[in-house]
């Protein structure tokens, strides 16, 4: 379970997603709530690696729609193309941006957001949904984020495969 998961925060950012990423898998294996399982790969990210802000844009006929995250008060719908999360869905690639006010047309749902990370979640070759990550520190996403961040999304569109 979620209270469960331990692991030492004096270790590098690669060896915590190491450590986190089995311990994922485990959680939510067994469980086919999609929204539960979405849930607690949330409240482990968010826990173990403390993002301002995390969760998941769902697609929803011809906009993102807010899904289960961990942090402030979020943007609710967001237009394909617009913002990082419309255009991580737009595009279906990663995208990673050191400093959000250098991203044309971002979206602040808080000016505390500094950087960030969004990946698209495929279900049947088409974006399902986005899987958003804020930072409040300039340029604090970069390689090490995107390879573990998707093995975590893997997981998670492994389970819609289920």
């Not at 692991?7 to 311990?23: A, F, N, V, W």
């Not at 400093?99 to 698209?120: M, R």
Request: aromatic share 8%; hydrophobic share 45%.
């Amino acid at each position: 379970m979620a209270e469960d998961i331990t692991i030492d925060h004096t270790i590098s950012k690669e060896e915590k997603y190491k450590q986190l990423i089995p311990l994922i898998k485990a959680v939510v294996e067994g469980e086919r709530d999609i929204f539960a399982n979405l849930g607690n790969t949330i409240a482990a990210l968010k826990s173990v690696l403390g993002f301002f802000w995390i969760g998941f844009y769902i697609v929803k006929e011809d906009e993102l729609v807010l899904g289960p995250f961990q942090g402030s008060v979020a943007c609710t719908r967001i237009k394909k193309g617009k913002g990082v999360c419309g255009t991580c869905w737009e595009k279906g690639e990663v995208i990673i941006v050191p400093d959000v006010d250098q991203f044309p047309g971002h979206i602040a749902c808080s000016s505390l957001s500094k950087s960030e990370i969004v990946l698209p979640v495929f279900h049947r070759g088409q974006v399902l949904m986005v899987f958003d990550i804020d930072s409040d520190v300039l340029n604090d996403f970069d390689a090490i984020d995107e390879k573990y961040l998707l093995e975590v999304v893997k997981i998670i569109e492994d389970l819609l495969e289920g």
